[in-house]
Every structure is written in C-alpha cells, then in structure tokens.
C-alpha cells in the first residue's frame, strides 16, 4: 500500500458559498424531498450546522468542495451570503482528493434502531421530526409506497404517507371520499405544495389539543371534527342567499343532510315513501332520488 503523509489540520474559514467550486463528479446524490428539506433547515437555523471540506486548489486558484456538496448549494439556495468550511491549502494529489471524497460519504456511524425510534419519538412537534430528515424507511414505521409516476424535473413536492390501523382505515377512508367525491381523482392524494403547511399546522394542533404522539391518531381527531361539519361542504355546490345551485354536476347527499347515516327506523319510512311515490308514478323508478324534489316543490307550496 502507498504510503501517504498526514494532513495539516484544516482551518476554519467564513466566505461566500458562490465562491467554492462544487465537484462536476459526485457520487453522493440527494432525492430532491430530502434535498428541499435540507434548504428549508438551512434558511430555518440561518447557517449551517456541519462544515463542508474545501481544499484551496494554488494551481488554478479554486476552492474545491470535496465534502459537502448538498450543503453549499443547499446554502446558496437558502439565501446565505457566507458560510464556514474547513480548508486544505497543502497540494493534494488526484488519488488522495478521490479518496478524502469517498471516505467522508462512506465512512458512517449506524444508528441503533431502539434508540433512534426513542428520540424520535421524544420530538412532539411535526416540524421537528420533519426537520430531522429521517423517512418511515429509516425508522420502519411504514411500508415502502412506490411514488416513480411523478417525476422529480418538473414538479416541487412533498410526500406525505400515513398509517392507520384497520379500525381507523374505514373512517379514513370515507372521510377522503366524502372530500373528493365533487371531483374526479385517482387513489393517489395529491395537493398543492402550498397546502402542505396548513396540513402540518393542522396535526400540530390536533396533537397538542388532544396530547396524543402519533400522527395517524392526530388525522383521526381532524377526520372526527371534518364529520361533525360535512353540512358545510354545501358551500361548493349551493348558493345560500339565493337558495339555488351555483354549478352543475351532482352533490353528495353528506353535504344535503350533514350526516353520513340516518337510524334504520327514519331509513325504512323513507324508502316506504318513496316506493309509494313511484307506485303512485309521481317518481321514476330509475330515479328515487326524485322524491325530494316532490319534497321541496310541497315545501313550496305550503
């Protein structure tokens, strides 16, 4: 094996990031979530927290960025006019730049699972566990989702991936077709990414009020208020000061009456009506629904 001298030990120094030359080769390659998430702990602390390691190139002058790429194009796109890095102005041959490079992406300490899932779990803020960087693969919280149909070039967002157990699965579920049921959608939930912070502050809230750590259990407690106020989502279909509809299509019946389910008893008096209504020839048969129409025009009337 070669033989290599030690290194002087770096010093620290404070410039522009736009100064630094980052490496046209790198092996080391950031998802662009994590990568979003990394600018917006950045402009969140106002600087950086671990140092790149730049070696001052007497040559040609540059100083080039052999660790921590990510984190000084991070910076620049943070908006920070300068940063620290530990600096190498001794002559580095080719062979030790490489290797100084793949070290510091390769040599990593592991986490210990146990461990790790206690402080996480100590972190009750959403954006704190958000800010730490770690996936539900790390953690093993969750079952990998597989999310390659929407690519990374042209589209800024973020994932969002909930667990329910089975009982809170159904409401769930109901809850989110109640929702979406005035407009087209696949089984895939995708929102604007300016709509991400409300739904963060919406946990946050929910958490806090309720004292409950886990975030499937906090969506529940928003799922359970969304339910009390269904009646309200009249709004995208009716127009109240005039009483009629203000666009076309059709309306969930949730947002008529404001409740997913009637007792049994009004149900079968209902339906009762309404066959007496058809058998009369005052409903078509294909159409029940129309009951309330015969409904509202008596309401009229009387």
């Known amino acids: 094996m070669e033989e290599t001298t030690q290194l002087a030990p770096p010093q620290l120094v404070e410039g522009d990031p736009r100064a630094l030359t980052l490496l046209d080769v790198n092996a080391r390659f950031l998802p662009h ?20 390691l730049v070696w001052n190139d007497a040559d040609s002058g540059r100083l080039v960025v052999l660790s921590g790429n990510h984190r000084t194009l ?23 730049q490489i290797a100084l490079q793949l070290s510091h992406n390769a040599i990593a300490g592991q986490d210990d699972p146990a461990i790790l899932k206690e402080l996480y779990d100590e972190l009750e803020n959403v954006e ?40 809170e699965l159904g409401r769930a579920e109901a809850a989110f077709d109640a929702a979406r049921s005035t407009a087209t959608a696949d089984q895939r939930w995708l929102a604007g990414l300016e709509q991400y912070e409300p739904v963060l502050d919406a946990l946050e809230t929910s958490r806090a009020a309720y004292k409950i750590g886990n975030s499937a259990t906090a969506l529940g ?36 009456f404001g409740v997913r389910e009637i ?34 025009a008596g309401e009229a009337t009387s």
């Open 33 to 52: 979530e994590q990568f979003r998430q990394l600018v917006a702990n950045i402009h969140r602390d106002g600087c950086l927290t671990s140092t790149p």
């Open 74 to 96: 991070a910076a620049i796109e943070a908006g920070l006019k300068t940063i620290w890095w530990m600096q190498i102005d001794e002559p580095l041959p080719r062979q030790r």
């Open 128 to 167: 704190w566990r958000q800010y730490t960087g770690l996936d539900d693969k790390a953690l093993d919280l969750l079952e990998k989702v597989d999310v390659s149909s929407l690519g990374e070039a042209n589209l800024d967002f973020a994932s969002v991936q909930l667990m329910f157990l089975p009982a």
């Open 221 to 256: 407690a928003i799922l359970a208020v969304f339910e009390r106020h269904l009646g309200e989502l009249a709004e995208g279909w009716f127009d109240a000061a005039t009483g009629e509809p203000s666009r076309k299509g059709a309306a969930p019946l949730e947002t008529v």
């Open 263 to 296: 007792p049994v008893e009004t149900a079968a008096a209902v339906r009762a009506a309404i066959d007496r209504l058809i058998k009369d020839g005052m409903v078509p048969e294909a159409e029940p629904w129309r009951a309330l129409d015969v409904l509202a």
